[in-house]
Nanobody
Framework: VQLVESGGGLVQPGGSLRLSCAAS????????MSWHRQAPGKERELVAV????????NYADSVKGRFTISRDNAKNTVYLQMNSLKPEDTAIYYC?????????WGQGTQVAVSS
């Protein structure tokens, strides 16, 4: 199982970024996928989750209305579109899946929101 995130960077408050997570080594179209983040000095938290078909999504209250999770099962990729970014969104963002009761994480991509 391999999860590789990309798309992070430095952005000004109010800006947008789109994160991508390329997956391999498992049957992607049967796996629920999620994005998590960890800010300095804080615990890792769930940001968004999407069902295997993409038909169901859920979000943390802190990102509802600003972030959108989506997936392309033909490309084995899950995305996180982040709009109206705030300084408090600064964190390392991780992609995750759970297979047979085991958690698999990507290496993370850094997002920094600052003027």
């Amino acid at each position: 199982v391999q999860l590789v995130e990309s798309g992070g960077g430095l952005v000004q408050p109010g800006g947008s970024l789109r994160l991508s997570c390329a997956a391999s080594g498992f049957t992607f179209n049967r796996a629920r996928m999620s994005w998590h983040r960890q800010a300095p000095g804080k615990e890792r938290e769930l940001v968004a989750v999407i069902s295997s078909t993409g038909g169901t999504t859920n979000y943390a209250d802190s990102v509802k209305g600003r972030f959108t999770i989506s997936r392309d099962n033909a490309k084995n990729t899950v995305y996180l579109q982040m709009n109206s970014l705030k300084p408090e969104d600064t964190a390392i963002y991780y992609c995750r899946t759970e297979l047979f009761f085991n958690n698999y994480w990507g290496q993370g991509t850094q997002v920094a929101v600052s003027s």
